[in-house]
């Protein structure tokens, strides 16, 4: 990678988080990096997985196969991208189809930061609630 716009390195990550290719995500990160949503959180549950991942090839891994146990038919819509520094906010609508065909529709904000041109560290936030009430609870 020798693209060090901290704002187009996380654009062109998302590009490559849907390749699913697990090789290609994980070079996206540092050796030490991290990936922590909300605890509890109902994607973590439903796939009795951890909210904290550490490690490149744990964080590829959920992003090329095993969140795909959950969701398919992933749409990614971007309402912003802002970027201070080493850091960049990422504001995002994400749809998807849950087993049984239920819709899910979700808003998120992801705070990367960055060292060099890559990702070292990933908080995730979302209405927990609300993905809850969609994964767990009837239409």
């Known amino acids: 990678m020798n693209n060090t716009n901290p704002k187009e390195v996380v654009i062109n990550a998302w590009k490559t ?29 439903a796939l009795k997985h951890t909210d904290h991942m550490i490690g490149p090839d744990q964080i590829a891994r959920f992003i090329a196969t095993e969140m795909h146990h959950l969701f398919s038919n992933v749409e990614i819509s971007f309402l912003g991208v802002h970027a201070d520094g080493d850091t960049v906010v990422v504001e995002e609508r994400m749809r998807a189809t ?32 609300k993905g809850w009430q969609m994964i767990f609870e009837p239409l």
Not at 19 to 45: H, M, Q, S, Y
């Open 17 to 45: 988080f849907k390749t699913r290719d697990a090789g290609l995500i994980a070079e996206l990160f540092t050796p030490d990096a991290e990936w922590i949503a909300p605890t509890g959180n109902a994607t973590a549950v």
């Open 98 to 129: 849950l087993p049984g065909g239920k819709p899910y529709e979700n808003d998120y904000c992801f705070v990367f930061v960055l060292s060099g041109d890559r990702i070292k560290l990933v908080r995730e936030y979302m209405d927990t609630r």
